[in-house]
Every structure is written in C-alpha cells, then in structure tokens.
C-alpha cells in the first residue's frame, strides 16, 4: 500500500480527525504563500516589507499603507476558487469523517468550499471593525471602498480594521481556546500545508500530539513536527487528488 493510501485508512479508523491547514493549502488556488520561496514576504511596498505591513503599529500610524497593498491581495478573494484540498476536506465533513479544520488562513476558501466547523486562529477580513467606536461592516461593504483607493471609514471618525490578527495583537481567545481543546480530543491531526513556524498557532498540532493524537504532514518542506509525524507526504494537490479517488471507493 503506498502512503496515500495510508492516510486514507487512517482517516476510515479515526474517531476523531483534526486538520490544520496553513498558507500550503491555499496555493493550489493561485493564492501566493506568504513564507515560501515566491512568498508574499518576499516582496516590499513603498520602502516597508510586506510582514511589517501586518504590524499592528505601522496600521495604526497610516493605515493607508495596509490598504493600499491589500487591495490586489485580501480584497480579491472572489478571484480565488477552492482547490481538490479544500473540496476534499468538505467531503470529508459531510462524511462524519473529519470534525474540525483549524486554520491559519484568512482567505476563507474552507468556508467557500462547504466546510461548516472551521476555527480561523488567525482571523478573517469577513468583518471589520471600527477602532474607535466598534461599529463593523462586513468584507462584501469593505471591500468596493478599498478597491476604489480608499480606507474605510467610520461615521465617527475611526478606521475599519479586518478582524485579521496583526503583529502585535493577541489571537481570538475563544477561537483559540476552541482550537487547543480540538487538538487535544483529537486521534488523529492532519497537518496540511503550513511550515509550522508561526507561533501561538504552530504549537496545536503538537499539543495534539502531547495528548496522544497520531500526526500526519503534507507539506512540501520540513517542519519540525516530522520527527512526530506517523506519515509524511510532500505534495498536497497531488495527495489529496488521490485521497478524493480513494474516497470514491469508500464513501456512498
């Protein structure tokens, strides 16, 4: 049996399969990855790199920069459809065969997919909120006002900021909560496409595993959760491209 067809054995036995999905997954729908070789990271906007653009502080200062840049990258998400991982793991919920998605992403591409159970651990620009007065508005308000060039802004003289977390903010609490307490009822966490470098967020799957989770990674370059890992695979799109064949034979 090759190592695809592992997995999906060891999904069929679970009780209980957690996945954690990170920039990796998101590729396989044109959506750049921020820490890899082609990475957002990479690149810089007016004299900032793009990573300090997600500084809480710098937002705060001139919230022009963020927005400026964002426009071509977080307010262009219905340019993006789901890919086979996304699908996949929807199937997998319809199924009774995965409970939860935990992710890092804030393209909400799981959501588009069908998932119903997806905690973002690092936010969503779904709703923005004002910073002055709390007012909020949806992405669907937001997203024609910063595509038109301009910041949005509130009634009372705040600035709308995406309840995506910036450098500098803690994570939600109660999503997070949530996440940690998946993670360590899991039997089995699929970790899909993240580096697992960013922390809080990166230290769940291994608290899974502290808890007796079995560990499985799909992602394209080490992360230093393998050692851990009951299987490592490198290529999500193909992974998962057989995991849905697979399925087809399994699944009514």
Known sequence: MNLVGELHD??????????????????????????????????????????????????NSDPSLFYTWAKDFVYDLEAFQPCIVHHVLARLERSGLLKTIVTQNIDRLHTLAGSQHVLEVHGSPSLHHCQKCGAMLTYDEVAPIVRAGEVPMCACGGVFKPDIVFYGENLPEAVFSQAVRACQEADLILVLGSSLTVY??????????????????????????????????DDLTDTFMQLGDLLDGSLP
């Open 10 to 59: 060891l999904i069929l036995s679970s009780t209980n399969t957690v996945v954690f999905t990170g920039a990796g997954v998101s590729t396989g729908s044109g959506i750049r990855d921020f820490r890899g070789k082609h990475g957002i990271y990479n690149d810089t906007f007016r004299g900032y790199r793009v990573e300090e653009l997600f500084g809480i502080d710098l937002f």
């Open 200 to 233: 809080p967020a990166a230290a769940l799957p291994e608290e899974g595993y502290r808890f007796g989770a079995r560990v499985v990674i799909v992602n394209d370059a080490p992360t230093q959760l393998d050692r851990r890992a009951i299987l490592k695979l």
